[in-house]
């Protein structure tokens, strides 16, 4: 089966922008052909997009799932990059859509019904006067038998 090469991208139609966090972008060759494989960019790098990667990209709210943008343009480069909480690029804004009130498909748990219990080894903590007292709560020790 013949894989068919995506259309080539002229390097006129490429523009220089900074990433604002990790992005994995089409790898494209000289010829401006796509090669099916991505590049990792990390955050701070200047990277050449099209202008349809670069809207991606820069694209904020339910339909790109970001607060904040991904990219902004070279010429903005300078000083410190942003500080962008991993929720600002994909949080709250995904949750999916309850199910219609005669559905029986699963329901999101309502507010407050789980909860985090922490529980500690009891050689977590220091022993207390009077805990020897106490009967033995867990394996009990097996006296020896005589060897065979």
């Known amino acids: 089966m ?13 523009k220089k922008y900074q990433a ?3 992005l994995s972008i089409p790898q494209v060759t ?6 099916g494989q991505n590049d990792l960019i ?16 820069m694209g904020t709210g339910p339909k790109y799932g970001r607060q904040a943008p991904a990219i ?17 690029l994909s949080g709250t804004m995904r949750v999916p859509a309850p199910p219609p009130p005669d559905s029986e498909m699963p329901r999101p748990d309502p507010p407050g ?9 009891p050689e977590a903590s ?11 709560a867990g394996a ?9």
């Open 2 to 14: 013949a894989q068919t090469a995506a259309p080539a991208v002229k390097v006129s139609d490429r």
């Open 20 to 22: 604002l966090t990790n």
């Open 30 to 35: 000289e010829a401006g052909l796509a090669t």
């Open 42 to 57: 990390p955050a701070g790098e200047i990277v050449e997009l099209t202008e349809a990667q670069a809207r991606n990209l």
């Open 72 to 88: 902004r343009p070279a010429a903005e480069a300078k000083g410190e990059l942003p500080k962008l909480m991993p929720r600002q």
């Open 113 to 121: 019904s789980s909860k985090l219990v922490v529980t500690e080894p």
């Open 126 to 136: 220091e022993p207390k006067p009077g805990d020897e007292q106490l009967p033995p």
């Open 140 to 148: 009990m020790d097996i006296p020896p038998r005589s060897a065979r």
